[in-house]
DNA sequence: CCTTGCTCCTGTAGTTGCTACAGACCCTAT
DNA sequence: ATAGGGTCTGTAGCAACTACAGGAGCAAGG
């Protein structure tokens, strides 16, 4: 049975790693950035972790896999770590996100219809001409009519 | 009149960005990563461009404003620049290309769905309490029932 | 002719959000 | 005791640029 030190539920870094998915090199990059704080560590230096560690590790990892950037999540943690966050402030900040998620969705929906449009003009033949290389080449965007 | 030392239609660097709307400096980075050839010099070692500059340099803008990346660009510009290219190998880059903008369109719009959803359940009042936060910090994504 | 102010040159550092390595420690099991 | 892992640190790398510092050139006004 391994030692824990006497630190309560002290977890490793590769533990932490386990149970929140994220990848053992980016909890250090959080601790670095201050995403994370610093955790208590072992006498040999060896960091440990607690319930806490896990729980804001998984906030941060649902926040990534929701597109919010570092900063976003660095303005939600210190809300929440604040305590004096309203419902009514976090909403802004969801729906500010939320625009600029629906933004990238046109940006990638005008070029989805750029590509697939030209593409289906494409002869897939050896020839050399190419509607996609006009495209590239002319900006002419052929027209579907 | 500024002479131009010989060089036909030699335009500067900055005319070269003004023409194609490139930034100044990527003009410089992509000559580094040999997407754009170094061009001639004047004697006192300004770049000078011409007409084939002008039409490669807008060729990268116009694959840029479609998303493809520079490896994608680069393979493009290669099969190009040996002559001989076919219909349907670019036709099959271009399939790719749009395979991975489909993807991430896909990946958006999922979590636009969950904002959207979450949010809508904000009461957007001064209350602790928030949906947002919930899942944030529980990963439970509110149903619409 | 000379200065003023802009452009251009180079190399390098910063951006975002990680990821991966090298080389040194430490810990566990046999 | 030693072999193998895991952990520690600092640092470099990725995409794809962008920006700056510090020096040189160049065109026009006085």
New interface residues.
């Given amino acids: 049975m391994p030692s824990d030190h006497g630190v309560a539920s002290a977890l490793k870094r590769s533990d932490l790693a386990k149970l929140t998915g994220c990848n053992l090199e980016t909890i250090r990059y959080y601790e670095g950035v201050g995403l994370m704080p610093d955790p208590p560590r072992s006498p040999a230096g060896h960091r440990r972790y607690g319930t806490a560690h896990v ?1 804001r590790l ?2 941060i990892m ?2 990534r ?3 919010f950037t570092m900063e976003e999540i660095r303005g ?1 943690l210190s809300m ?1 770590d604040r ?1 004096s ?4 402030e ?2 802004k900040r ?2 500010d ?2 625009n600029v ?2 933004a ?2 046109r940006d ?2 005008n ?2 219809a ?3 449009d ?2 289906a003009k ?12 006009n ?3 002319d ?1 002419a965007v052929a027209k579907a009519d």
């Avoid at 966050?85 to 009514?88: A, D, I, K, M, V």
């Avoid at 494409?122 to 290389?133: F, Q, T």
């Fill in positions: 729980e998984s906030f649902r926040a896999e929701l597109g939600l929440v305590g966050h309203t419902c009514g976090v909403e969801g729906r996100h939320l998620v629906r990238k969705i990638l929906q070029i989805e750029i590509l697939a030209t593409i494409c002869s897939g033949s050896d020839a050399p001409e190419c509607p996609l290389l495209v590239l080449s900006g």
